[in-house]
């Protein structure tokens, strides 16, 4: 059984802080990795993917892979109240395999 | 930016009917998907569709769902006898299009249709 664990939070933010969201993952086969952003009632919002061990930056967001730890993780820089959000941490076998989300962490940027 | 899309946006269903779930993928994309959302709960892949065939599904995805192709566009998920627990968030997403391996093989998720089952 393919495992995403993501704490729940809330996790809350001062605006213009740095927020980290962490996510670990149970198959060490695991090839691909995704951070989506969810709001309340909507459909997930790719934000980032990352297949190579070490970090990936994409202006104010940077996803940092650990294959041998299993371990994914996502830095949000200058943080804003509209990234208020659930951020939803999704690991795939690679290719066009479905994907196994994590219940998601919910992030509260306070202005 | 080309979008998934899916209709209806809301269907209410009487237990035990039928209903189809639409999707119209993005249109240079291969892979097809169908995910599900319960309130509250984290996102459950359902079934994933290639070349006019299910290539994965989930253990979730028994003899009660269904998904067709019928043209080059649409992409749709058949549950034949809903149950209150089928109550949720339904997603369709694509994947495939051209480009490097991130982008051929990141899935982009429709707005989604909520089922509600009475």
């Known amino acids: 059984q393919k495992e995403v664990e993501q704490n729940s939070g809330p996790l809350s933010v001062p605006e213009g802080a740095i927020a980290s969201l962490n996510c670990t993952y149970s198959?060490?086969?695991?090839?691909?990795f995704f951070w989506y952003r969810q709001y309340s009632g909507k459909s997930p919002e790719l934000i980032m993917f990352i297949y190579s061990n070490g970090d990936k930056e994409d202006g104010r967001f940077t996803a940092q892979l650990n294959k041998a730890s299993q371990y994914v993780s996502l830095l949000i820089r200058d943080s804003q109240p509209s990234d208020s959000a659930t951020y939803l941490c999704?690991?795939?076998?690679?290719?066009?395999?479905?994907?196994?989300f994590g219940k998601g962490t919910h992030l509260i940027i306070q202005p | 930016e080309p979008e998934v899309t899916q209709t209806p946006s809301h269907q209410v269903t009487q237990m035990g009917q039928e209903v189809i779930l639409r999707c119209v993928p993005i249109?240079?994309?291969?892979?097809f998907y169908w995910y599900r959302q319960i309130l509250g709960q984290k996102v459950e892949f359902l079934v994933s569709?290639?070349?006019?065939?299910?290539?994965?599904k989930s253990e979730i995805f028994d003899d009660q769902f269904s998904v067709e192709r019928p043209d080059g566009s649409n992409f749709t998920l058949k549950i034949r006898s809903t149950k209150l627990e089928d109550s949720a968030m339904y997603f369709c997403?694509?994947?495939?299009?051209?480009?490097?391996?991130?982008?051929?093989?990141?899935?982009?998720f429709g707005p989604g249709t909520r089922l509600t089952v009475l």
């Open positions: 997403a694509s994947s495939g299009g051209k480009g490097d391996r991130g982008r051929r093989y990141t899935q982009y």
């Open positions: 249109s240079n994309h291969l892979y």
């Open positions: 198959d060490r086969g695991s090839q691909s």
């Open positions: 999704a690991v795939s076998g690679g290719g066009a395999d479905g994907l196994t």
């Open positions: 569709f290639y070349n006019n065939e299910i290539s994965e």
